[in-house]
């Protein structure tokens, strides 16, 4: 009786840690809440949603082709700019482990990925002149985003939700920024950019959205895989949006260098994922 007395008040004030059990089930097929439109395990036994994991091999076929386009660019502002298309690698990788097992660790990893490709591209290439007054370089700005996206990762664990409130305030200041840059440029070229990445973002969140909240009318039309074509879109909304952030951002930063739109594989019609090319090697006055 003293034994058991002495272990329950020595044992009584140290917290209780999560059970292997409880851990492991973070990484069990359906531990999330999330389900998508697309019928589960109906073309593997394995793989709960076939077409949005396959749909997510978009991501490995385009990021290797915007790194190869943006290197020059990238050498001559700043190598972390590969970090994009990179982390964009990772996106895809999650992507396709969360959809294959609807695991809550597959939801997590997808949805911080997509965060710190934005937080990414937030302290690469935010216009300096729209930082808050008390940051002075882009290296305290970069330390600041950087802090706020590892609180946010964190908070996410404890709160999911919280994950969906930072994503969407980056995405949404990010935009502001693309509208008020844009206001001043008169480039035809640019502009029908501009466009194109907004028209297509809008396609593609306009999947997401009818496939997580109409998903009854798809299955009436026996078609259940927009959530995979947002995939395809989104990708290449990014690699139009992300190569309009990168002119904008070589006119703002390196004018001298005379930067130039193109499209691979067919320039002449402006068909295909835009670059940059760096034309020029004297300083010279920008367009936008």
Known sequence: KVTGLVDSLFFSGIPSFPS????????????????????????????EEYFNTMSSFIFFLISPIMLYLLHPYAKERNLA???????????????????????????MLD???????????YSLWFPHRHFP???????????????????????????????????????????????????????????????????????????????RFGCSFWQKLDFCYLHGIWHILIVVATAYG????????????IPYSLPDLQYWPQNKWSIGFPYIVLKGTTKTRKRC
């Open 20 to 47: 292997f059990d409880k851990m492991a089930s973070v990484f069990a097929y359906e531990s999330s809440e999330v389900d998508w439109c697309e019928d589960n395990y109906k073309h593997s036994e394995n793989v």
């Open 111 to 121: 949805e911080l990925s997509i965060l710190w490709v934005l937080a990414i591209g």
């Open 133 to 211: 007054s008390f940051i002075k370089d882009r290296r305290s700005f970069s330390h600041m985003v950087l802090i706020i996206t590892v609180i946010s990762t964190l908070s996410s664990f404890v709160k999911p939700t919280a994950n969906a409130y930072a994503l969407n305030c980056f995405a949404i200041h990010i935009l502001y920024s693309l509208f008020v840059e844009l206001r001043s440029c008169t480039d035809e070229r640019v502009l029908r950019l501009a466009w194109a990445s907004i028209g297509l973002w809008v396609l593609a969140i306009s999947c997401w959205i009818s496939d």
């Open 81 to 107: 700019v590969h970090l994009v298309w990179i982390m964009m690698v990772f996106v895809g990788l999650f992507s396709m482990y969360f959809h294959m097992t609807l695991s809550f660790m597959g939801q």
């Open 242 to 253: 992300n190569t309009l952030i990168a002119y904008l951002d070589a006119s703002l930063e």
